[in-house]
């Protein structure tokens, strides 16, 4: 493992076209758990110039079923979205919340899907799909996430935060980020270059409202990244292809599940090539992704090591897990083989099975909108959400290794 190097990540605001299309579609997947903690939602989103189009498989007592809707569902959904968009930010022209037309193409789930999917008899519920999920969690930041990541994301996040307050008035939704950190002793040692690009309101390209802009995000970077990091190394690319007015679904087509590495970890760990928005948590494409965080992420609050990746692998229909990996990357206190077997011992995971995965981390909630902007991990878990950044296993994983 590389201790000197440059590395970067990138994220892109809740206003970015596919963000949108995220949000839109994990507004509709809490809709469905808020009727039904059973429902099976995979809803992809298509956003463009004033146009929303919800396509995929549904099942939800009291809402979808026998393939007939319940009266007034298709408004509570059409509604979702509206709410969604608007909650966002988008008033414009090109994509406004009220002026879009908007398409529901959902429908009932396959029942071959179904029938491998379910519990019945003495078979417990299997996986979703076949797939590999991968956690990732490193001792960079105070949340256990890679720093390149954690910075572009709330950098992104503050400026949202302005631009809802009123405090940035110039700035519109979409928004790109990306830092670039120079490591030494494999820590963070200085930002060598910072990228944003910001949609911005009419005139902020040139003279003194261009300056104003920039010095604006120059000083939240300053305010999120610490000071140590930024000296006259820094080279700043703000706006650096000029105009940026046109943006959101307007200029770009937008669809759920294509920032996948925003969404985990800005490419410092594999990835298993599934996305997390709009499925309900019996997809192990996300639940597996999620307890292969919290269980890293715990592995790292123990101080067992301080990086870690873990792979979890399924098949559909099949509930037990067919492969558990574990990598700490020469960083462990432990042999990683011993971590693993740490890990299958302790019995409130319920043998990392979906059903098991979702009763510990209490996933059949309404909880995901959230996620869908400005990453799915190291985020602070409050209530019901984010129960995946808990590090509540550590003291069973130091039992168990003892």
């Known amino acids: 493992m590389r201790s000197n190097y440059l590395f970067t990540s990138e994220s892109v605001s809740e206003g970015h076209p596919d963000k949108v299309a995220d949000q839109i579609s994990d507004a509709i997947v809490d809709l469905f758990l808020s009727k039904d903690p059973e429902a099976r939602i995979a809803c992809e989103t298509l956003t463009t110039t004033q146009l929303v189009v ?3 498989e549904i099942r939800c007592k009291g809402v979808y079923e026998n393939g007939q809707w319940a009266p007034g569902a298709q408004e509570e959904i059409e509604k979702a979205v509206r709410d969604t ?14 002026k879009l037309r908007f398409e529901n193409n959902l429908h ?3 029942a071959h899907i179904a029938q491998g999917v379910d519990a019945s008899g003495n078979k417990d519920e299997g996986a979703g799909d076949q797939g590999i999920m991968f956690g990732f969690a490193c001792d960079e930041t105070p949340d256990l996430m890679p720093a390149t990541l954690d910075y572009s994301h709330k950098i ?3 400026m949202a935060a302005d631009r809802h307050s009123g405090a940035a008035p110039f700035l519109e ?3 790109k980020s990306q830092v670039t950190l120079r490591f030494e002793n494999g820590k963070p040692a200085a930002a060598t270059a910072i990228v944003v690009s910001t949609q911005h309101a009419p005139g902020y390209d040139q003279g003194e409202k261009e300056a104003e802009l920039k010095n604006y995000v120059k000083g939240i970077v300053a305010e999120i990244l610490p000071a140590h990091l930024l000296s006259n190394e820094t080279v700043y690319h703000i706006n650096p292809t000029g105009s940026f007015e046109i943006g959101g679904p307007d200029g770009d087509a937008g669809l759920t599940g294509r920032k996948i590495i925003v969404d985990t970890y800005g490419g410092a ?22 307890i292969t965080r919290y269980l890293a992420k715990n592995i790292v609050a123990a101080g067992l090591a301080r990086r870690c990746t873990i792979q979890l692998a399924y098949a559909i229909g099949v509930s037990e897990p067919l492969s558990l990996y574990v990598d700490t990357h020469g960083t462990g206190t432990v ?6 077997d740490a890990i299958r011992s302790i019995k409130e995971l319920g043998g990392l099975t979906p059903r098991g995965i979702r009763t510990h981390l209490s996933l059949n909630k309404p909880i995901y909108r959230p996620t869908a902007a400005y990453g799915h991990f190291g985020r602070k878990p409050e209530g019901d959400f984010f129960p995946w950044e808990r ?4 003291e069973k994983l130091k039992a168990a290794i003892a």
């Open 54 to 56: 919800l396509a995929g």
């Open 85 to 98: 968009v608007k909650r966002i930010g988008y008033e414009q022209d090109g994509f406004h919340w009220e």
């Open 108 to 110: 009932a789930q396959s």
């Open 156 to 158: 992104l996040a503050k």
């Open 173 to 175: 939704p979409d928004a």
């Open 269 to 290: 760990s594999p990835h298993g090539g599934g996305a997390f928005s709009g499925k309900d948590p019996t997809k192990v494409d996300r639940s597996a992704a999620y």
């Open 335 to 340: 042999d990683d083989a011993k971590i693993e």
């Open 391 to 394: 590090t509540d296993l550590v």
